[in-house]
Antibody, heavy 120, light 107 residues
Framework: EVQLVESGGGLVQPGGSLRLSCAAS????????MTWVRQAPGKGLEWVSV???????YYAGSVKGRFTISRDFSKNTLYLQVNSLRVEDTAVYYC??????????????WGQGTLVTVSS | DIRMTQSPSSLSASVGDRVTITCRAS??????LNWYQQKPGKAPNLLIF???NLQSGVPSRFSGSGSGTDFTLTITSLQPEDFATYYC?????????FGPGTKVEIK
């Protein structure tokens, strides 16, 4: 059974940093495409970043240069380093597995999310 | 970036109704379009991938169609557990983007 468990969220002041973690079981992070999606309170889903199995990464324009996606093979864990946080980064952050089904790349397994609150 | 829009933003329907949600992309995304269902306080759940392929375990009353820039999600005979918010998402090219969502409420 696949499980993704996020952690690392919390209350942080504007300009601060956090490292979000996504511990995986039932799948191998290093051989998967993995992604982060966030959802501000009462708002819709916003895609944040992806890391391919090759290590190639992409980011949403709103976080590029401030967020960094990475992974630890030995811990089978995905990370999102979030720096220079802004009030508008307040959201629940979900990690998800990107399944490659032919040419399609939907997100089939999701974690429960971790809440990041940016406030002074 | 590819911008996704959805209509309507919300709708009220009764159990047994047929519901159709429309999603439009700002650029041609071929059939690289996925649909998710989200219930309050829960993570999204994949319903349909690549426009019309039902994810394993998803009831057959859900279906998807379209190509290019215009797509639809149809729920035939709405069930009580289908009241939720539905999002389309393009996976044509990063940055991947979601539509704003359609909330399906009980009439």
């Amino acid at each position: 059974e696949v499980q993704l468990v996020e952690s690392g969220g919390g209350l942080v002041q504007p300009g601060g940093s956090l490292r979000l973690s996504c511990a995986a079981s039932g799948l191998t992070v290093s051989s998967s495409y993995m992604t982060w999606v966030r959802q501000a309170p009462g708002k819709g889903l916003e895609w944040v970043s992806v890391i391919y199995s090759s290590g190639v990464t992409y980011y949403a324009g709103s976080v590029k240069g401030r967020f960094t996606i990475s992974r630890d093979f030995s811990k089978n864990t995905l990370y999102l380093q979030v720096n220079s946080l802004r009030v508008e980064d307040t959201a629940v952050y979900y990690c998800a597995r990107v399944v490659t089904l032919g040419y399609a790349t939907p997100f089939d397994y999701w974690g429960q999310g971790t809440l990041v609150t940016v406030s002074s | 970036d590819i911008r996704m829009t959805q209509s309507p933003s919300s709708l009220s329907a009764s159990v047994g109704d047929r519901v159709t949600i429309t999603c439009r992309a700002s650029h041609d995304i071929m059939t690289y379009l996925n649909w998710y269902q989200q219930k309050p306080g829960k993570a999204p759940n994949l319903l349909i991938f690549a426009t019309s392929n039902l994810q394993s375990g998803v009831p057959s009353r859900f279906s998807g169609s379209g190509s290019g820039t215009d797509f639809t999600l149809t729920i035939t005979s709405l069930q009580p557990e289908d009241f939720a918010t539905y999002y389309c998402q393009q996976s044509y090219s990063p940055p991947w983007t979601f539509g704003p969502g359609t909330k399906v409420e009980i009439k």
